[in-house]
T-cell receptor
Framework: DTEVTQTPKHLVMGMTNKKSLKCEQH?????MYWYKQKAKKPPELMFV???????INESVPSRFSPECPNSSLLNLHLHALQPEDSALYLC??????????????FGPGTRLTVT | GQSLEQPSEVTAVEGAIVQINCTYQ??????LSWYQQHDGGAPTFLSY????GLEETGRFSSFLSRSDSYGYLLLQELQMKDSASYFC???????????FGTGTLLAVQP
């Protein structure tokens, strides 16, 4: 199983709502990532979890709150978002090793619209 | 800072060869990756260069020159399905953190 799954596929939320994005992988990968991608732009790294601990926060506003409940799951909790937060949110995972590089596997993304 | 620059668009015909360049300004990259992303889809891994030189994977090859802060992706025998966005990505840190380039939209024409 080389798949990263994300739910929901689409999400529309108001600026006062609280919602969560979910990501799951069963490849035994110990690093998981959240990226934000605007149309016609590259993915921008938001958070990195390695061995279930937050290792990188790319100065993301606190209205985005990541959580890694276990080695297979990654959540992104959303609260009080702004319309400019509308984007495709991608989850990815990879092995961690000191011996070389392993590709990142991306999920299909959640297309978020903030109204 | 870290930045990776690519041409915004490239057009080529079926069966042709196309080269997508990536120039970067950064320090501490462990290597350079390439990802393909079809419209509405997820990025998928194409190749990785840890060392200078050419890596070949089927119709795709990738090249890296650290001294020139430059790399490229070469696509041969182009097919219509190769129409997509292509991103170079610098690899940094023990967490395999990727910094993506600006992206190149490749249009393959009949």
């Amino acid at each position: 199983d080389t798949e990263v799954t994300q739910t929901p596929k689409h999400l529309v939320m108001g600026m006062t709502n609280k919602k969560s994005l979910k990501c799951e992988q069963h490849m035994g990968h110990r690093a998981m990532y959240w990226y934000k991608q605007k149309a016609k732009k590259p993915p921008e790294l938001m958070f990195v979890y390695s061995y279930e601990k937050l290792s990188i926060n790319e100065s993301v506003p606190s209205r985005f709150s990541p959580e890694c409940p276990n080695s297979s799951l990654l959540n992104l909790h959303l609260h009080a978002l702004q319309p400019e937060d509308s984007a495709l949110y991608l989850c990815a995972s990879t092995e961690l090793t000191t011996s070389g590089y392993y590709e990142q596997y991306f999920g299909p993304g959640t297309r978020l619209t903030v109204t | 800072g870290q930045s990776l620059e690519q041409p915004s668009e490239v057009t080529a015909v079926e069966g042709a060869i196309v080269q997508i360049n990536c120039t970067y300004q950064t320090s501490g990259f462990y290597g350079l990756s390439w990802y393909q992303q079809h419209d509405g889809g997820a990025p998928t891994f194409l190749s990785y260069n840890a060392l200078d030189g050419l890596e070949e994977t089927g119709r795709f090859s990738s090249f890296l020159s650290r001294s020139d802060s430059y790399g490229y992706l070469l696509l041969q025998e182009l097919q219509m399905k190769d129409s997509a966005s292509y991103f170079c990505a610098g690899l940094g840190g023990a967490t395999n953190k990727l910094i993506f380039g600006t992206g190149t939209l490749l249009a393959v024409q009949p």
